[in-house]
């Protein structure tokens, strides 16, 4: 009977038991955790300790895998974008095991996203983020400069079509805006490659929250894949005027930022990249792959995490381009738009308004004197 007994107590231990590591993952150097996993220790331990209530669940093994294991895992996926480097680093784990995990901790971050990538949300965050693009090129009244990427994707088995992209291969158009110092302030993952730009912005939930005037007079600012809005600023197509050369002069310069930050989006996590090939899985379960990105993104810039700095250079795959789709925006400018933008012109970027300003500017440092 103790024989039986014992028997029984061994086989319930070994259900119960944890899947141990056979070394510590974070044992190695802060350069070597960023390279591997885009974070420092520290950083790290956090993260663990966050997840920790949701990523306690059963392998279909019965095994309870650790949640440093699991976090590590879709790190080391978003850093490298390949499956066989994850695999590779899992003991005893089958790939249909790792692709469970992976997709768990892909949903939990995509969840986060939603919550924590935000436009400003108060009219001082919205004047401090204001200032801080005026100083990079004397654009006023800026919270934001938007663009759109394109993440290859494997070939679709519904729809195919829509994801098919003017480059020619399967894709989602990302919609992104980022501050003055790189920080995404919100995104528009759901649509397929084929969708126009500015067919993306116009059935965005933010160009609704601009419709109803939630962020007052302050501008976005895009490039001639957008549509003028009155919150949206784009170049002049065809400048004629000193005033209107030195607008679109600050305009690229300051909208330059938004294509920074894609670049060191797909630079930190190479899965996003077309060099890592595409990501091979369904359509909705790449928007989450995107969505906890862009959240990682922001959580190593605000934290001041670099990029490391062995990673070879992405190649350009971001052609400029205008989409003849986007015919019906921009050849009939929308007329508040213009006038928003011709304002902008007068005042900010006139020769008369610049010798106005340098004026009072010395009328000022005199009255100091």
Not at 134 to 163: M, Q, S
């Amino acid at each position: 009977m103790e024989i039986i007994l014992a028997y029984f107590h061994n086989r319930a231990l070994r259900r119960e038991r944890r899947l141990r590591d056979h070394s510590d993952p974070l044992s190695v150097s802060d350069i070597e955790l960023i390279a591997k996993y885009r974070f420092p220790r520290h950083e790290l331990i956090l993260m663990f300790e966050e997840m920790e209530p949701q990523l306690q669940r059963r392998t279909h093994h019965n095994h309870t895998l650790p949640t440093h294991t699991q976090v590590l895992l879709a790190l080391r996926f978003f850093a490298s974008g390949f499956l066989q480097n994850v695999t590779r680093d899992t003991a005893g784990l089958s790939q249909a095991s790792v692709s469970r995990v992976l997709e768990h901790v892909f949903t939990i971050l995509s969840d986060k996203s939603v919550h924590e990538i935000r436009m400003p949300p108060t009219h001082w965050d919205r004047r401090r983020s204001a200032y801080q693009f005026y100083i990079l090129r004397n654009y006023p009244r800026v919270i934001g400069a938007i663009d759109t990427t394109h993440i290859a994707i494997k070939t679709p088995d519904v729809d195919e079509a829509l994801y098919f992209n003017h480059k020619r291969y399967h894709s989602l158009n990302i919609q992104l805006v980022s501050d003055a110092n790189g920080v995404i302030l919100s995104y528009c993952s759901r649509f397929p490659g084929a969708t126009p730009d500015g067919a993306v912005w116009d059935n965005s939930n933010l160009k609704l929250r601009f419709d109803r005037g939630e962020f007052g007079d302050y501008l976005l600012i895009g490039d001639s894949g957008y549509p003028l809005d009155p919150y949206l600023m784009v170049p002049v197509s065809n400048p004629t005027t000193a005033a209107e050369q030195q607008y679109n002069r600050a305009h690229a310069q300051t909208r330059v930022i938004v294509e920074q930050t894609v670049g060191m989006l797909k630079s930190r996590f190479r899965c996003l990249h077309s060099s890592s090939g595409c990501l091979q899985y369904t359509p909705i379960m790449c928007v989450k792959i995107i969505n906890a990105c862009l959240l990682l993104h922001n959580r190593c810039m605000k934290c001041g995490v670099p990029i490391p700095d062995d990673l070879p250079p992405l190649p350009n795959e971001e052609l400029p381009h205008v989409d003849a789709n986007l015919a019906f925006h921009w050849r009939g400018q929308r007329t508040r738009g213009i006038v928003t933008r011709q304002e902008l012109i007068q005042n900010f970027f006139s020769n008369e308004q610049r010798d106005d300003d340098e004026e009072e500017e010395q009328e000022e440092a005199n009255v100091e004197e």
